[in-house]
Nanobody, 116 residues
Framework: VQLVESGGGLVQPGGSLRLSCAAS????????MRWYRQAPGKERELVAT????????NYADSVKGRFTISRDNAKNTVYLQMNSLKPQDTAVYYC??????????WGQGTQVTVSS
């Protein structure tokens, strides 16, 4: 099983980034997918969730209206489009595959830094 995040980097406040998470080794379409983030000195927090078919999404209040989660089950990939980025969005972003049977898999994380 592998989850490989990409797309992180340094961006100025107000800018945008698109994170990708490519999955392999499991039946991607059967798993809900989540993005978490962890800032230095803080606990990991749930940012966004997308259900298996992609029709239902949920967001943390702190990112609603700015972030959009999506998935392409044909490409085994989940995305996080991040707009209007703020310095407080700086964190390591992780994707997580939620198994329908309990438990799941984590990616290795990608750093997002929002700074001028």
């Amino acid at each position: 099983v592998q989850l490989v995040e990409s797309g992180g980097g340094l961006v100025q406040p107000g800018g945008s980034l698109r994170l990708s998470c490519a999955a392999s080794g499991f039946t991607f379409s059967s798993y809900a997918m989540r993005w978490y983030r962890q800032a230095p000195g803080k606990e990991r927090e749930l940012v966004a969730t997308i259900m298996r078919a992609g029709g239902i999404t949920n967001y943390a209040d702190s990112v609603k209206g700015r972030f959009t989660i999506s998935r392409d089950n044909a490409k085994n990939t989940v995305y996080l489009q991040m707009n209007s980025l703020k310095p407080q969005d700086t964190a390591v972003y992780y994707c997580y595959a939620q198994s329908p049977y309990g438990g799941g898999y984590w990616g290795q994380g990608t750093q997002v830094t929002v700074s001028s």
